[in-house]
C-alpha cells in the first residue's frame, strides 16, 4: 500500500518530470509514420497551425513560452480585466439588440434576462420618431440604452435625452451610450460627417451626465468588411485615437475624452483568438491612455460575429453564438450582445430572440462563468497570443497613423484594400475547406426546409463591404434552388463505387459531402442510366484505381456520362476529365461541375 505525502497532492511524485526533448522525440516518431521526416523544432513546425496576422499557434506551450507581465485584474495595463472583480458582482451585461419595433420584444427581452437595449435608429433600424414609443413601458433608470443612429445621431441623442426629462429621469441615473460614431458611419456608408456637433454633445453629456456615454468606437465595419482580428484593433484604435484628438480640441479635458467611449469588438467561434482579442484590446488602449495622460480601462461591448452566421441550417448558428458568448465572457467583456441564430435570414422570431438571451443566462447562471475572475489568466498559449496579437495589432495601428489617421485611410482606399487583402486569402481557406462551415461546406442537408423570416430593413451601405464566410458557397446553393424550381429535382452526380466497401467508403463519403455542399445530389444507388445524372464520379483506392479506373471512366462515357472526375489526387487517367480531393478548391470544382449540368 503507498502511502500519499503530508499534501495529499503530489500524485506523481514518483515518476521522472518528463522533458521537452522526449516529447519532440515521440512528436518525430509519430511523423515519421506518417511519412515525415523532421527533427527538433522542425516536428513542432509540422504541427503548428498559420493565423492571420503572421500568428502561429503551436502544439506545445510552456512555462519557458514567455509573454508580458499581464498585472492584476482592475490594474494597469488592464489585460486581465477592466475591474478587480471581475464579473463576480453580477456578470456582464446582457445587451439585446433591436433594429425594429416589434410588438412587445423590447419588454420581452428587458423581462426574461436582458439588461440593456442597444437600439438601431433611423437609416436600416428604427425611425427616430418612434423612439419613445420603441421605450414604452421601460424603466429607463434600470435599463441603460445604447443608440446607433449613424447621420441620425444628433437627432436621436435629443429625442432619447428629452425622453429622460420628460419621465423625471435624475441625470446622475442615466446609463448607455449615445453611440456617435463618425468614422464607422463613414467606413459603413462612404460619406463623412461633421464631428462638431458630437462633440458638442460630447461636453454636454460630460457636464450634465456622468454616467452616459457619448461616443461608440465600433470595429464591426472592419470586422465585416473581412478584416482579421489585428485589422479590427488596429482600427478601432485609430478611430478611437482620432476621437480623442477632436475631443480634447474641442475644450474636454483628455480624461473627460476618454470616459466618453466605449468600444465594440465582435467574437467569433475561434474561442482562444477572440479572448486573446479582447485581452490584448484592453492592453493597447491601456498603453494609449497611459500616454495621453489619462490611464483607465477600455469599456467593452461584444457582439457575436455577423460574418460568421450561416443562413443554410441556420440552427447551427445557435452553437457558434455560444461559443462566442463563452470566449466573450472568459476574454472580460463588459457587454454582450448575442445575435439570434436567424440573424442572417432577416427579423428574428420570438423563439431566436428567447434563445440568444438565454445563451449568456446559461452561461451566467448555470456555469457560473462570470464567477471567476480572467480565467484564461495564467495559460501560456492565451498569454503567448494575447502578446502576438497585441503586437501584430499595434504595427497595423502604427501604419495608419503614419498614413495620415483612420479618415485619411478610409478616404484614400487603402484601409479597404488592406482588408480586401485579408479577405481574398481566408476567401481561399473557405473554397479549399481548410476552414469548414458546419452544414454549408461541411455535413450540408440539402433537405433542410428554409427558414423564413421578414425581411429586416435594409442596413447602412455604401461604404466598406459586407462579407460572409458562406457567401461563395450560398451561391451556389441558390444555383441549385433556382433548378428545383424550374425542374422539380436537384442536379445530380452518380458515384460510381469500385471494389470492396471497405475501399469506396471513404472517397464515397467524401465525395457526397462535397458535392451536397454545391446542392448538387449525389446518387449511389443503382446504375448511372438510372441515376438521372449527366456526371459521375469514381470512387475507391488508389491501387484500385490503377486497376481499374480507366475502364469504368470508358464504360460510364460509354453509358451517357458527359463528364467522368475521380475522388482523390490528379493522376494520368484516360477518361477522367477532372479531380477532386481534401485540399482541392470545392467552390470552383462545384461551380464548374453546376457550369457543365447546365445550372445557371
Known amino acids: 500500500m503507498t502511502v500519499l505525502p503530508d499534501d495529499g497532492l503530489s500524485l506523481a511524485a514518483e515518476f521522472p518530470d518528463a522533458t521537452h526533448e522526449q516529447w519532440q522525440r515521440l512528436v518525430e516518431g509519430v511523423l515519421r509514420k506518417s511519412g515525415k521526416e523532421v527533427s527538433g523544432g522542425a516536428a513542432e513546425d509540422a504541427l503548428s497551425t498559420t493565423l492571420e496576422d503572421g500568428l502561429r499557434t503551436r502544439p506545445l506551450y510552456t512555462a519557458h513560452d514567455t509573454a508580458p507581465d499581464p498585472g492584476l485584474p482592475g490594474f494597469a495595463p488592464f489585460t486581465r480585466g477592466g475591474r478587480p472583480e471581475g464579473g463576480t458582482a453580477g456578470g456582464w451585461d446582457v445587451r ?250 432577416g427579423l428574428p422570431d420570438a423563439f431566436a430572440r428567447r434563445i440568444a438571451r438565454n445563451t449568456s443566462t446559461i452561461l451566467l447562471e448555470e456555469s457560473h462563468l462570470a464567477r471567476v475572475i480572467d480565467p484564461a489568466g495564467g495559460s501560456w498559449y492565451v498569454e503567448r497570443l494575447t502578446d502576438e496579437l497585441a503586437e501584430a495589432a499595434w504595427e497595423f495601428f502604427r501604419t495608419i497613423e503614419q498614413d495620415g489617421g483612420q479618415a485619411a485611410v478610409l478616404r484614400s482606399g487603402r484601409l479597404r484594400a488592406d482588408l480586401a487583402k485579408t479577405w481574398r486569402e481566408r476567401s481561399a481557406k473557405l473554397a479549399k475547406r481548410r476552414e469548414p462551415i458546419t452544414g454549408v461546406s461541411e455535413f450540408p442537408f440539402l433537405a433542410e426546409k428554409p427558414v423564413v423570416r421578414e425581411p429586416a430593413p435594409e442596413p447602412r451601405s455604401g461604404g466598406l463591404p459586407r462579407v460572409r464566410r458562406d457567401e461563395a458557397y450560398e451561391a451556389l446553393r441558390a444555383r441549385s434552388d433556382a433548378h428545383l424550381a424550374a425542374t422539380g429535382t436537384r442536379p445530380r452526380v452518380f458515384l460510381a463505387t469500385l471494389g470492396p466497401a471497405a475501399e469506396h467508403t471513404a472517397r464515397a463519403s467524401f465525395a457526397a459531402n462535397l458535392f451536397q455542399a454545391g446542392g448538387i445530389e449525389p446518387v449511389t444507388a443503382g446504375n448511372f442510366e438510372d441515376s438521372g445524372a449527366t456526371e459521375a464520379v469514381l470512387c475507391s483506392s488508389d491501387s484500385r484505381y490503377a486497376e481499374e479506373a480507366e475502364q469504368a471512366a470508358e464504360a460510364l462515357r460509354a453509358a451517357g456520362a458527359r463528364h467522368v472526375a475521380l475522388a482523390g489526387r490528379p493522376a494520368e487517367y484516360a477518361g477522367v476529365g477532372s479531380y477532386v480531393f481534401a485540399g482541392c478548391d470545392a467552390v470552383a470544382a462545384l461551380s464548374a461541375t453546376l457550369d457543365r449540368i447546365g445550372v445557371s
Open 96 to 345: 439585446q439588440r433591436h433594429a425594429a419595433l416589434g410588438d412587445g420584444t423590447v419588454l420581452a427581452d428587458l423581462e426574461n434576462g436582458v439588461t440593456s437595449l442597444w437600439l438601431v435608429l433611423g437609416e436600416g433600424g428604427i425611425p427616430v420618431a418612434d423612439l419613445g414609443q420603441a421605450l414604452d413601458g421601460v424603466y429607463l433608470d434600470l435599463a441603460p440604452v445604447v443608440l446607433d443612429a449613424g447621420a441620425d445621431t444628433e437627432a436621436a441623442a435629443a429625442a432619447l435625452l428629452r425622453l429622460y426629462e420628460e419621465r423625471g429621469i435624475a441625470p446622475e441615473a442615466v446609463r448607455g451610450s449615445l453611440g456617435a460614431d463618425p468614422l464607422g458611419h463613414e467606413a459603413r456608408t462612404g460619406t463623412p460627417l461633421d464631428f462638431a456637433p458630437v462633440a458638442a454633445l460630447a461636453k454636454r453629456v460630460a457636464d450634465e451626465y456622468p454616467g452616459l456615454r457619448t461616443l461608440t468606437v465600433d470595429a464591426l465595419p472592419y470586422h465585416e468588411a473581412g478584416g482579421s482580428a489585428a485589422q479590427e484593433l488596429g482600427a478601432s484604435l485609430a478611430t478611437a485615437v482620432t476621437y480623442l484628438r477632436e475631443l480634447t480640441e474641442a475644450g474636454l479635458s483628455v480624461e473627460q475624452a476618454a470616459a466618453q467611449l466605449e468600444f465594440r469588438y465582435t467574437a467569433t467561434a475561434d474561442q482562444f483568438l477572440t479572448v486573446a482579442k479582447l485581452r490584448a484590446a484592453r492592453r493597447l488602449w491601456a498603453r494609449v491612455a497611459e500616454v495621453c495622460g489619462a490611464p483607465g480601462a477600455q469599456t467593452q461591448h461584444v457582439v457575436t460575429s455577423p460574418v460568421m452566421m450561416s443562413r443554410r441550417d441556420p440552427w447551427v448558428n445557435m452553437l457558434r453564438t455560444t461559443v462566442a458568448t463563452l470566449a466573450a465572457g472568459v476574454g472580460g467583456a463588459d457587454a454582450v450582445t448575442v445575435l439570434p441564430f436567424d440573424h442572417a435570414l
